[in-house]
């Protein structure tokens, strides 16, 4: 599929549905605490959304390559997990635990409306489940810093290169792993379109960003060694020495004059994002 540019249009209704979808990720934050199952979150995500309008993005989606469609609402992907974990009654968040939580949103236009069908957004935090460890203060702290790193590098007439740089120049400075066979990417019209956007690279590189690409910029990082294998649910991507992961996501818009985040976390989200929950 080649890059899309998106109408002004388009991206007032993916910043409608965007911002909608940030207020469920706050309340999924919200509900997170030790002994509760990422089964109940699953499901509160899901009634959340439909209450919204909303259609779950992930529910019944196929990856390229994939047998197996992802069964939930939202990704928990609890600490060696990296990303994709499949939520289940018997995924018990415990104190000491950190989980990511990623979701995406299929937002319905509307039968006559002469825009596409549904437009979509996507995104991800990653929280502390009561007392975590220094340690994994810093690795929620620093990745979701190198996320916001990552999007002041977007401008119009800069590169996709410029993005992974800033990244990965922030995360190397704690010397985190940088997980690098799964990127950010395109979104809009699909879930998932061109380009991707890696977590690593060189300035002046890979496709230009214009006015109107919307993109999902997703830091994912590791305490150790930054290689991943999937695990046998065809989805789980869990780090291969089990060091702690961390993984924060937001879809934003190139603009004119420079970048608008479409999925802006609440200002209250940074008691989850840089320390643990009491």
């Known amino acids: 599929m080649p890059i899309t540019i998106k109408t002004p249009e388009e991206i007032a209704l993916i910043?409608?549905?965007?911002?909608?979808?940030?207020?469920?990720?706050?309340?999924?934050s919200?509900?997170?605490?030790?002994?509760?199952?990422?089964?109940?979150?699953?499901?509160?995500?899901?009634?959340?959304?439909?209450?919204?309008?909303?259609?779950?993005?992930?529910?019944?989606?196929?990856?390229?390559?994939?047998?197996?469609?992802?069964?939930?609402?939202?990704?928990?992907?609890?600490n060696d997990e990296a990303v994709h974990g499949i939520p289940g009654p018997d995924r018990i968040l415990r104190d000491g635990d950190i989980v990511g939580i990623d979701i995406g949103m299929r937002w319905p236009i509307g039968?006559?409306?002469?825009?596409?069908?549904?437009?979509?957004?996507?995104?991800?935090?990653?929280?502390?489940?009561?007392h975590i460890s220094p340690e994994a203060k810093q690795l929620l702290r620093v990745t979701a810093e190198a996320l916001e790193i990552g999007i002041r590098a977007v401008r119009p007439g800069?590169?996709?290169?410029?993005?992974?740089h800033a990244?990965?120049?922030?995360?190397?400075?704690?010397?985190?792993g940088i997980i690098r066979n799964l990127a950010g990417h395109g979104v809009g019209y699909?879930?998932?379109?061109?380009?991707?956007?890696?977590?690593?690279?060189?300035?002046?590189t890979g496709a230009e960003l214009k006015p109107g690409?919307?993109?999902?910029?997703?830091?994912?990082?590791?305490m150790g060694d930054h290689r991943v294998?999937?695990?046998?649910d065809g989805w789980t991507f869990r780090t291969v020495d089990h060091s702690l992961a961390a993984h924060f996501e937001k879809t934003v818009a190139v603009t004119n004059d420079g970048v608008e985040v479409l999925t802006p976390f609440l200002e209250t989200d940074r008691r989850y994002i840089f320390s643990s929950r009491n």
């Open 190 to 204: 699909e879930l998932h379109e061109e380009p991707l956007i890696p977590n690593y690279g060189s300035p002046g």
């Open 229 to 232: 294998r999937l695990d046998r």
């Open 30 to 78: 919200d509900a997170t605490r030790p002994g509760i199952s990422t089964i109940e979150l699953d499901a509160t995500a899901e009634r959340l959304i439909r209450e919204a309008g909303g259609e779950p993005a992930f529910k019944g989606y196929r990856a390229k390559g994939s047998r197996v469609v992802f069964p939930s609402t939202i990704c928990t992907s609890i």
């Open 167 to 176: 990244v990965e120049k922030h995360l190397k400075k704690y010397h985190y």
């Open 213 to 222: 690409l919307v993109i999902a910029i997703e830091p994912m990082a590791t």
């Open 158 to 164: 800069g590169y996709i290169g410029d993005i992974g």
């Open 15 to 28: 910043r409608e549905g965007g911002r909608l979808l940030a207020g469920i990720l706050q309340k999924l």
């Open 111 to 130: 039968e006559n409306s002469k825009l596409r069908k549904a437009l979509y957004t996507d995104m991800a935090v990653t929280v502390g489940i009561g």
